[in-house]
């Protein structure tokens, strides 16, 4: 205590009481030390610390979840990648089916020409030319059964007009 404190209480005796306390101990208010402060501080990191652990075990887990998925990404990719390199030789394909097609179509007309040809010769010459472009159409489109030109009728004499005279 200080020292004038003790004269005070000296000099109005108000040290003793009956029960040999002091009574101005328990007149005086409540001290406020800096304790309180320092708790709430404290209580506040506490609930932070809490928060910020609770936040980062969620993206953990979810971290782990993604990641047990990535070899079914992986396969997904792999496929993706296996279809776009089929698309990137699409136009090439077209093209290939495209000329195929008038292959055959040539090959359909040849056969009609075939048909009214009047020499042997001739006749051979344009059986050997189908031949060519049924083989050429097989290399245009390789996965793609070539639609087979029309054989040439057995007896093309009787689709013909009469032969004209040999000069």
Not at 16 to 32: I, L, M, V, W, Y
Not at 49 to 58: K, P
Request: net charge negative.
């Amino acid at each position: 205590m200080l020292g004038t404190e003790k004269k005070v209480r000296a000099l109005h005796d108000l040290n003793r009481t009956d029960e040999g306390q002091s009574d101005f101990a328990s007149d005086a208010p409540a001290k406020h030390d800096g304790n309180t402060p320092a708790l709430w501080v404290a209580f506040i990191a506490v609930i932070v610390v809490m928060v910020a652990y609770f936040a980062v075990d969620y993206k953990l887990t979810n971290l782990a979840d993604t990641v047990k998925t990535l070899p079914a990404l992986e396969t997904k990719v792999g496929v993706m990648e296996t279809d776009l390199a089929k698309l990137k030789d699409l136009p090439a394909t077209v093209k290939n089916m495209f000329i195929s097609d008038q292959m055959a179509q040539l090959s359909l007309m040849m056969s009609r020409l075939t048909a009214n040809l009047e020499s042997d010769d001739q006749k051979a010459v344009a059986a050997k030319a189908q031949e060519l472009m049924a083989q050429l159409q097989g290399m245009l489109a390789p996965a793609a059964p070539a639609p087979e030109a029309p054989k040439a009728p057995a007896t093309p004499e009787a689709h013909q007009a009469p032969a004209a005279p040999a000069q």
